[in-house]
């Protein structure tokens, strides 16, 4: 095996790595957003029924019901 074949298959290698990387890459970042929407969502949830739990409690609002 000459020297320039030796070359030509370490790049080989290095591209498929490169392309494995980057793979892995975008399978993290579509579970990282599908993570912190899930949190915001549940942050959102968690925000709107303290708000509603608080005017049901207030007294001038159970006076018009």
């Given amino acids: 095996m ?20 980057l793979i892995y890459l975008a399978l993290q970042i579509r579970q990282n957003t599908k993570s912190v929407r ?6 959102n949830t ?5 708000l509603l739990t608080q005017i049901s409690d207030t007294s001038n609002v159970s006076a018009f019901s």
């Fill in 38 to 43: 899930s949190s915001t969502l549940l942050d």
């Fill in 2 to 21: 000459t020297l320039e074949q030796l070359a030509n298959m370490g790049e080989f290698v290095s591209e498929i790595a490169v392309i494995a990387s």
């Fill in 46 to 50: 968690a925000i709107w029924t303290n």
